[in-house]
């Protein structure tokens, strides 16, 4: 396994010294000549290999591209797991299988930003419940990743039912820190690695409000306040500060390798920009609280999770690069998430801030096409009237870039993954369907056809619970 160093610091003095990087977990050395410990980047990596496919092309279909494009009576040729071509003049070879796409669409694969599945899976009971490390305020050292059950039938529901190519799977929100989330292809496999996207960055789920003051206030401990919140979450970033620190100095100088701490290993991860932060929040005063702390501490908040005040603060998100990640219409289940509208995604949109749609939920994964078409027919009866090929940005590229993964997937730009959907009508319409869907250039969902489609192990002989063979 090759191996990165835990700090970017102790990289560079390796590599000045021109040796070969360790292998092995770790290894030490007593000389003082720039060896140094070193830790694996990803002790759990990906062993994801595409399902096979073959070539092949769309014809005669509307596209939206993903970024915002949009081809009537357009091609798209599929390629070695690629996007080869997009466009009205897309030639492919002879043996490629062609697909009448006329008077349907074809579009990225969706990505949600924000799910549980597999941490959270389907039969909801007590004993599949492993999703929230509810112990201790601060528990960045948890990985949602060593919770994920690859069985979860939750993911075919998502791949066939709402088009989902690409998943990122969050720790719960009980905590200040919740841990590390993880980014997954949608696909069966044996184990979560095999479904693990290959070199996603990891994210940091961290919590403001109301779930971490509840949790924690009704055990008589800190925070039980929105200011204890504030106070932890300071004092823990402070303590990350000194850890990075040490490393550093220990990277430069040599001499007795500092204490390894895991969870101080995640948010040194954060502050070196290595790891994306995914902040569970709802208010837009804490949410402008929260820049403020990243600037103090020096890290970059990638989304705001469940934003549903975020339209008060679109100029705020736009400057600090901070995305937006909300729902159509779903609040008032508690207080922190009463002040919503239904025109949140458009008015973010218009304002040109980073937005995008996620579920947070099992069932609502499976439609979050339809919550775009909700929130588009908000937005005009406002006056906003945004392009149906834009509003697919909130639903492919924007959550791809926001989780780091956008040269890889999140448009149909030649040369990314084949991830691929093409639906039977307009997928804004509440008649459409998926027809077919594609991961990195294998079809694995065809609605004309029964054998293909995705069923888990788990469900297998268990007639009238998932089992469609």
């Known amino acids: 396994m090759k191996l990165r160093w835990l ?11 021109g040796q070969a990087e360790p ?30 496919g073959v070539t092949t092309i769309i014809t005669n279909a509307t596209i939206f591209d993903g970024e915002g494009g949009r081809v009537d009576g357009g091609s798209v040729l599929l390629a070695d797991g690629k996007v080869v071509a997009v466009g009205t003049d897309v030639q492919a070879p002879a043996d490629a299988v062609v697909i009448d796409g006329t008077g349907k669409f074809v579009t990225p694969g969706i ?30 050292q948890v990985w949602a990743e060593h919770s994920v059950w690859p069985q979860d039938p939750g993911f075919a529901r998502a791949l066939t039912n709402g088009g989902v190519t690409t998943i990122q799977i969050l720790p ?17 496999a044996r184990t979560m690695q095999g479904m693990k996207f290959p070199d996603a960055p990891y994210g940091l789920k961290m919590a403001c409000g109301e779930n971490p003051k509840r949790v924690y206030g009704n055990r008589n401990r800190m925070p039980s306040t929105r200011m204890g919140n504030v106070a932890v979450n300071r004092a823990t970033w402070q303590e990350a500060r000194e850890y990075m620190a040490k490393w550093d100095k220990y990277a430069e100088e040599g001499g007795t390798p500092p204490a390894r701490d895991l969870q101080m290993d995640t948010l040194a991860g954060v502050l070196r920009g290595d790891i994306l932060v995914h902040n569970h929040c ?9 820049l403020d702390m990243a600037r103090e501490f020096g890290y970059q908040v990638s989304t705001f999770q469940h934003a549903v005040e975020a339209y008060k603060i679109a100029d705020l998100l736009k400057e600090r690069g901070t995305c937006a990640s909300v729902w159509a219409d779903w609040w008032g289940f508690k207080m922190e998430s009463y002040d919503a509208i239904y025109e949140n995604l458009p008015l973010l949109e218009a304002q040109g801030a980073c937005a995008t749609i996620h579920s947070d939920d099992p069932d609502g994964i499976q439609r979050l ?9 908000d ?10 090929e834009r509003a697919w940005t909130w639903l492919s590229y924007n959550p791809a870039r926001a989780m780091g993964i956008a040269e890889q997937t999140g448009s149909l730009r030649p040369g990314k993954m084949a991830d691929v959907v093409l639906w039977n009508g307009n997928p804004f319409s509440t008649y459409t369907r998926t027809d077919k869907v594609w991961v990195d250039g294998a079809l694995l ?25």
């Not at 770790?26 to 994801?48: C, H, I, K, Q």
């Not at 709802?282 to 929260?290: F, G, K, L």
């Not at 969902?445 to 063979?469: I, N």
């Open 369 to 377: 096409n339809q919550e775009v078409g909700k929130a588009l027919g």
């Open 445 to 469: 969902y065809d609605a004309a056809d029964p054998t293909r489609r995705p069923v888990s192990d788990f469900e297998l002989g268990q007639v009238g619970e998932g089992d469609v063979k």
């Open 111 to 140: 990505i949600d930003i924000h799910s549980h599945l597999g941490d959270y899976p389907t039969p909801s009971v007590s004993a599949h419940s492993d999703g929230n490390e509810a112990t201790d305020p601060v528990t960045a």
């Open 172 to 188: 719960g929100s009980a905590n200040l820190f919740g841990g590390r989330s993880v980014v997954v292809k949608n696909v069966y």
């Open 23 to 52: 292998t092995g977990s770790a290894s030490r050395s007593s000389r003082d000549d720039g060896e140094r410990v070193a830790f694996p980047a990803d002790p759990f990596p990906s062993t994801y290999r595409p399902y096979p």
């Open 379 to 388: 937005g005009l009866r406002i006056g906003i009237d945004i392009a149906d």
């Open 282 to 290: 709802y208010r837009a005063d804490e949410m402008a609280i929260v």
């Open 7 to 17: 700090t970017g610091a102790a990289m560079l003095a390796l590599a000045a010294c």
